[in-house]
C-alpha cells in the first residue's frame, strides 16, 4: 500500500517546534534566506558581504523575537518586517540611500503596467529589458519603490504588504497605483528618447 508523503511543518509548527528545540530554527532559516536575500538585493543591498550581513542580522533578530511572534499572523509577513527594518537600519548605518536593483524577472511588471485596469495612458515598449526597468525604479521613491517590489516581485498580497511597511492596507493600494504610473511614466520618457 502506498503511503502519502507527510507534509513539511507549517511556518507556525516551525516555530513552536524551535520555541522547544532551538536547532529546528534551522528550518526557518532555510526557507527564508533565499527570499530575504532576494528581498534586500532588490531594497539595494547589493554588495554580498552586506546581503550576508544584513541576513544575518534578520534572522539573530527574529530568533531574538521568535518567543513575541503571534501564531495567529503569517510568519512569512513578520519576517520580511523585520527584514525591511533591518535594510533600513543598514542605509541609515552608512548614510546611504537605497539604490534598488532587479533582477530579469520584470515580465508580470510589464504585463501588470500595460494592463486595461491602468488605462489606455499607460502604454510603452515591451522591448525594454529589466536594466532600464531597474534604472526607472532607481528614480521613484522608496515609498512606491517598496510596495511594488513587494508586490511584483515578492509576489505579496495587500494585506502582508501592510503588515511588512506597517501601512494601512489602503494606502498600500495608493501606494502601488501612484509608482505604477510613475514607473510607466518614465518608462516612457526613456523609450522617447532612444
Known sequence: MNSIPALPPSDVEVVKMTLKEPNQYG?????????LRRYITRL???NEDDQLDVLQEIFIKAYRNLNSFDTSLSFSSWIYRIAHNEAISWY?????????HLVADSEEL???????????EVTFDKSI????????????????R??????????????????????????????????????AN???KDTLRI
Not at 541609515?92 to 534598488?100: A, D, H, L, T
Not at 536594466?131 to 521613491?141: M, S
Not at 498580497?157 to 510613475?182: A, C, F, M, N, W
Open 146 to 183: 517598496e510596495p511594488i517590489i513587494l508586490r511584483f516581485f515578492e509576489h505579496k498580497e495587500y494585506d502582508e504588504i501592510s503588515d511588512i511597511l506597517q501601512i494601512p492596507i489602503g494606502s498600500v493600494g495608493t501606494l502601488i497605483h501612484r509608482g505604477k504610473k510613475q514607473l
Open 27 to 35: 528550518l526557518l532559516v532555510e526557507r527564508y534566506e533565499a527570499k
Open 92 to 100: 541609515r548605518k552608512r548614510n546611504v540611500r537605497p539604490e534598488g
Open 44 to 46: 539595494g543591498v547589493r
Open 110 to 120: 510589464f504585463e501588470f503596467l500595460g494592463s486595461k485596469e491602468e488605462g489606455p
Open 129 to 144: 529589458n529589466a536594466a532600464e526597468v531597474a534604472q526607472a525604479l532607481r528614480t521613484l521613491d522608496i515609498k512606491y
Open 186 to 188: 518614465v518608462l516612457n
